[in-house]
């Protein structure tokens, strides 16, 4: 696969700059919290517009022709904006499979970025999106491979949802995985999704692999999945996602 801005290939610096984007955009900031050490285990890099528009509005203009180059400006301004607001754990971005064609030259934005803005690659963490089929397992694999290589964690992101299941588990075996927020919507009134969410924490245990719980937003969903064993969590119950920016933990999430 050949990626190119206009007639030229794609260099690192040129991905850096966003060259090639016809619009541009930024980021919020989503915590994930560990509740039992009552502390911030991690901030997610959210797209958004330049006034806040959601990222829906921004994924619109994102194509075959501009995917790399955006999956490549999401992780520059990701890094920039956590080293600018001194993010003291780990950064959690969003990538997208099919835009990294070889992934020991696609991380070498991340690199230089991580290395311009002074952040630590060993907090950064790659969350493989549901948003578009991965028809090439064997890439897949080979990009977890190669960033685990370089020292950084990655996670299956809307676990239990579409293709993220425990096959793609079997197959992609990332650091982590985040169970989809429709498992957890009323947890608590549904023994037959409790019973798959525990299945799912039995198996990840075997394999270490970390479970984080998304889409909390009671009290409710989140004693119950407390009392399964899970540490991590991530919603509204504990914070909404702040337009670039760090949001405060709500008290009664810890």
Do not use: W
């Amino acid at each position: 696969m050949t990626v190119k801005i206009g007639d030229r290939p794609a260099g690192c610096q040129e991905c850096c700059r966003g060259e090639g984007l016809a619009f541009d955009f930024t980021m919020a900031f989503q915590p994930i919290v560990n509740t039992t050490a009552r502390q911030i285990f991690a901030q997610e890099a959210l797209v958004r517009g330049l006034n806040n528009e959601p990222a829906e509005q921004v994924f619109q203009q994102v194509n075959d022709t501009n995917r790399y180059r955006f999956d490549q400006s999401c992780r520059v301004k990701a890094v920039k904006l956590a080293a600018k607001l001194e993010i003291p754990s780990f950064l959690s971005i969003n990538f997208m499979p099919n835009a990294v064609y070889r992934p020991e030259l696609c991380i070498r934005t991340t690199l230089e970025a991580a290395e311009r803005y002074n952040f630590p690659i060993n907090r950064i963490i790659f969350e493989i999106t549901e948003g578009e089929k991965v028809t090439d397992h064997a890439h897949l694999r080979e990009i977890v491979a190669h960033y685990k290589s370089r020292g950084f964690k990655t996670a299956i992101d809307d676990f239990g949802a579409g293709y993220a299941g425990l096959n793609f588990l079997a197959e992609i075996r990332t650091d982590m995985i985040k169970l989809d927020m429709a498992l957890i919507r009323n947890i608590e009134q549904d023994k037959i999704r409790q019973a798959i969410i525990k299945g799912i924490l039995q198996v990840c245990e075997e394999l270490s692999t970390t479970v984080i719980a998304e889409g909390i937003e009671t009290y409710e969903e989140l004693s119950v999945l407390q009392s399964f064993g899970i540490e991590l969590f991530q919603g509204y119950y504990f914070a909404k996602p702040t337009f670039e920016k760090l949001a405060s933990v709500s008290a009664h999430g810890f």
